[in-house]
């Protein structure tokens, strides 16, 4: 028995019979079709094309009708009456008329079309085409149910198999179960116990050590102030000293806090973030891995990024990034697969992706394919080291520097797509530009306040150094009381205050008499995007991160408009 066709064997090219007893029509025959790219053959006799046809299996026959011995018809009914080709058509080539009584003979031979002499060439190669193009249709759909009625015997040998094994299972587990549900229970819930004491474990960690580095920044604040206070020249020395004495030994406890969450979470990383170029960080990346691209031969297409894209990021860490990247495309790609690297420009974003052609990601690989210790692929044919915590640290890695990073697929075998987002630099490109000077400032007033003295009265002392008439109060309730008396022009604001938080003594501020000429400082340990949102919904101003800089408060100052002198 002839083996099914396969779907290559379909699409190869098909062969088809020329047969005419004479030499020049075969020439023109040949000439006409060869442009199809269809095998051809030929015969100059009934007998010829019969013989070929044990040697050859044949998608169509071009059939002269004409010939001596024995003529078109005759042939056509030979080779009709063989199994193998009772059903394979047949175009009579006729050089003369020929009548109805004819044309019927020919198709219950099984001629399916005529073909008059002259031939026309774009006739012929069209009805050839159409036909061969049916026998290849025919070979498919042959191949493909001669597939489908194995596979569906071997899925049923199969399953019957998995039943019978599966039967015998359960079977055996039955007896089992009823003891392993009861310890199974006992386990289940003694685990999530477990888990919900971690969680509210580690929601403590992560609430103490925000809360740590707020109050951290509340001494540093007096101490910047005393020294700025210094700077200027002015104050009691020996104030300043008591008050630096007390704060520094507040830094000290909180350091050895810090300094003991610190060996509980090993967590050590540090990025040492600078304006770094795309292409320097991409550059460093394929010259780390370029070892690795030559013993596997892969070629690596980098497309051209402009010079002006710049990161504010750790080059070291951010090329590492890459790295791992295209060390992952070569690890899961056929050798001499091209990786290629594409970025691209998206507002205030760039994109960099990293392409291959490799093994492909099915929908929930491409999901868990960050997390710690994931390979997608851990046959013998592709086991080429690594722990799994490569694209786990890709992705913590870009992460830290206020990106994201997704991997996509069309599905396995069809490669995969890595996609890097990152944040353009915000600082100016043009280093040699100078900063805009310090607008200087007309005399204020100036209120601050904040229920830690020490930061309330050195930054009352460092504004009364720069000439502006400073008072304090430390308690947020009095805050109303102080602005009416006082009328400020500036508020320097603490948000983090007992009894009343900065947020809800600005509204009343806002909503007061002198509310609306007020210029509302925050200054807080807070500084994260959602703090400074915060703040802005509260009615402030401006939002400095406690130390405040000496610089950033002149330039708050100094942009002051100008107004009636209420400094006396």
């Not at 050089?95 to 012929?124: C, H, Q, T």
């Not at 004491?197 to 001494?219: I, V």
């Not at 390979?375 to 520097?401: N, P, Y």
């Not at 600082?427 to 306040?449: G, K, M």
């Amino acid at each position: 028995m002839s083996l099914p066709p396969t779907t290559a064997d379909a699409q190869a090219p098909a062969t088809i019979l020329l047969v005419d007893d004479q030499p020049g029509r075969l020439l023109s025959y040949r000439a006409i079709l060869e442009p199809l790219g269809e095998n051809l053959i030929e015969a100059r006799s009934g007998v010829e094309a019969l013989k070929l046809l044990m040697e050859h299996e044949c998608a169509l026959i071009l059939l002269d009708v004409n010939m001596p011995g024995m003529d078109g018809f005759e042939t056509a009914s030979l080779i009709h009456q063989h199994p193998r080709y009772e059903k394979t058509p047949i175009i009579f080539v006729t050089a003369v008329n020929v009548s109805d009584l004819d044309r019927l003979r020919g198709y219950k031979l099984g001629a399916v079309d005529y073909v008059m002499v002259p031939v026309i060439p774009e006739i012929m190669r069209s009805k050839v085409s159409v036909l061969v193009e049916l026998y290849r249709k025919r070979r498919e759909l042959q191949s493909a149910n001669e597939r489908l009625a194995q596979a569906n015997e071997d899925l049923r040998l199969e399953k019957a198999r998995e039943l019978e094994v599966l039967n015998e299972s359960l079977r055996a587990a039955n007896v089992v179960l009823a003891q392993r549900n009861i310890e199974l229970q006992a386990q289940i819930a003694e685990r999530e116990r477990a888990q919900q004491r971690l969680l509210e474990h580690d929601r403590r960690k992560d609430q103490f050590l925000a809360t740590l580095a707020h109050e951290l920044r509340n001494p540093l604040a007096s101490l910047a102030n005393a020294v700025n206070v210094m700077k200027l020249g002015g104050g009691n020395a020996s104030a300043l000293h008591e008050v630096m004495d007390r704060q520094l030994e507040l830094l000290v406890r909180l350091i050895d806090d810090l300094l003991d969450v610190a060996r509980i979470s090993q967590d050590k990383l540090v990025l040492r973030r600078t304006p770094t170029p795309l292409d320097a960080v991409l550059r460093s990346a394929v010259e780390s891995v370029e070892p690795l691209l030559r013993s596997t031969g892969h070629r690596l297409e980098l497309d051209a990024v402009p010079g002006d894209v710049l990161l504010e990021a750790d080059p070291a860490r951010l090329s590492q990034v890459f790295a791992n990247l295209i060390s992952n495309a070569a690890k899961y790609s056929d050798p001499a697969q091209p990786i290629r690297i594409e970025t691209e420009r998206d507002g205030e974003e760039v994109q960099v992706h990293v392409c291959d052609q490799g093994i492909g990601l099915t929908p929930e690989q491409a999901e868990g394919i960050f997390e710690p210790f994931a390979q997608v692929d851990t046959s013998i044919e592709r086991a080429r080291g690594g722990l799994g915590i490569g694209l786990t640290l890709v992705k913590r890695l870009v992460a830290m520097h206020e990106g994201a990073v997704v991997a996509t697929s069309e599905g396995l075998g069809k490669g995969c797509r890595f996609t890097v987002r990152l944040p353009l630099c915000r600082e100016a490109v043009v280093e040699s530009e100078p900063a805009p000077p310090i607008p200087a400032a007309l005399p204020r007033r100036v209120l601050v306040i904040d229920d830690n003295c020490d930061s309330a009265d050195t930054l009352a002392m460092m504004l009364e150094m720069l000439g502006h008439q400073a008072q304090r109060i430390y308690d947020p309730h009095a805050a109303e009381q102080a602005v009416g008396d006082f009328a400020p022009d500036v508020v320097f604001l603490d948000i983090g205050m007992p009894g009343m938080s900065g947020y809800d003594v600005a509204r009343r501020l806002r909503a007061s008499a002198h509310g609306a000429t007020m210029t509302l400082v925050a200054v807080t340990g807070w500084g994260q995007p959602e703090d400074r949102r915060r703040t802005a919904e509260a009615g402030f101003d401006h939002h400095l991160v406690k130390p405040p800089e000496i610089d950033s408060i002149c330039r708050i100052l100094g942009a002051l408009p100008p107004c009636e002198a209420k400094v006396q």
